[in-house]
């Protein structure tokens, strides 16, 4: 049985770049840390990837600030992140959730809990979460909150009130 540990969106633009925040510079050593402590194998990764055309998107219409578009530098994964997470392993994805990522996990098997962490808590972690535990009702899924941000303080708490109401266990908080 194997654990997973699963990083949301640890990009520039989400850090400090076009939507970054004093909580999400605050998190990157704890991230860090985190990644370190579980075996590289067992490292996933997703990326928030939007095309020049964001703007003209649903998300872009209703979040207009144009953000982790492809190959630019704030879509970058954060360097001393990047050089922890094997690049086979990172789900790029157009919206909150990847089913491309859930559809992996799935395919494995063995797994027996999966953790995230990342950003933004009240947005794709929360999403990326609530994916996996459908696509795997009986794998123990966890978050640790001191490994995340949200947007805002207050959405970040009511994130994870969200998730421990869905059976997701948050840890650190």
């Avoid at 004093?22 to 704890?30: D, K, S, T, Y």
């Avoid at 994916?131 to 949200?150: F, S, T």
């Amino acid at each position: 049985m194997k654990k997973l540990l699963v990083v949301i969106d640890m990009q520039n633009d989400f850090i400090d770049g076009a939507l970054g925040t004093p909580e999400a510079q605050a998190i990157v050593g704890a991230a860090a840390a985190k990644i370190r402590s579980y075996p590289p194998a067992a490292v996933l990764a997703t990326m928030d990837t939007h095309g020049p055309d964001y703007l003209s998107t649903q998300e872009g219409r209703l979040l207009p600030v144009e953000h982790c578009i492809k190959d630019t530098e704030g879509w970058r994964l954060r360097p001393e992140l990047a050089a922890l997470i094997p690049d086979a392993a990172v789900f790029e994805k157009p919206t909150f959730g990847s089913t491309a990522l859930a559809e992996a996990v799935r395919a494995m098997g063995d797994v027996e809990e999966i953790e995230l962490i990342g950003l933004c808590t009240d947005i794709c972690v929360v999403s990326n979460a609530l994916l996996l535990k459908a696509y795997l009702p009986e794998v123990k899924i966890a978050v640790d909150a001191a490994c995340c941000a949200g947007v805002t303080p207050e959405k970040h708490l009511a994130a994870l009130e969200t998730m421990r109401s869905c059976q997701i266990e948050v840890r650190n908080a």
